[in-house]
């Protein structure tokens, strides 16, 4: 069992950065690979970045690449999404994600969720 509380979110005018992060609890985190998530208001939840469980792979939507960074730090339970040159189609509530296997997070899907955290970027 992997409980995730995101944290990090808010507002930021388009062009800044913001550095969301994910405290982990639970035993198998160091074994999870992670990632992150967002839904827009109006639109389905969508896959934004992962990284396996060493923190040696990373995969990223297309829309995010050479922006957002993911990364984690095991001693700490806790992964993180570095996010610059936001813009306002990056509005959206960001969702932690873990999961067993790298590639059911490259597939859009996961074992556990995080309840949100909203970032809001105005132009």
């Known amino acids: 069992q992997v409980q995730l509380v995101e944290s990090g979110g808010g507002l930021v005018q388009a062009g800044g950065s913001l550095r969301l992060s994910c405290a982990a609890s639970?035993?198998?985190?160091?074994?999870?690979?992670m990632g992150w998530f967002r839904q827009a208001p109006g639109k389905e939840r969508e896959f934004v970045a992962a990284?396996?469980?060493?923190?040696?792979?990373?995969y990223y939507a297309d829309s995010v690449k050479e922006r957002f960074t993911i990364s984690r730090d095991n001693a700490k339970n806790t992964v993180y999404l570095q996010m610059n040159s936001l813009k306002p189609e990056d509005t959206a509530v960001y969702y932690c994600a873990a999961a067993t296997l790298f590639a059911t997070l490259k597939a859009g899907q996961a074992a556990y969720w995080g309840k949100g955290t909203l970032v809001n970027v105005f132009s």
């Open positions: 990284i396996n469980w060493n923190g040696g792979t990373t």
């Open positions: 639970g035993r198998t985190f160091g074994n999870s690979a």
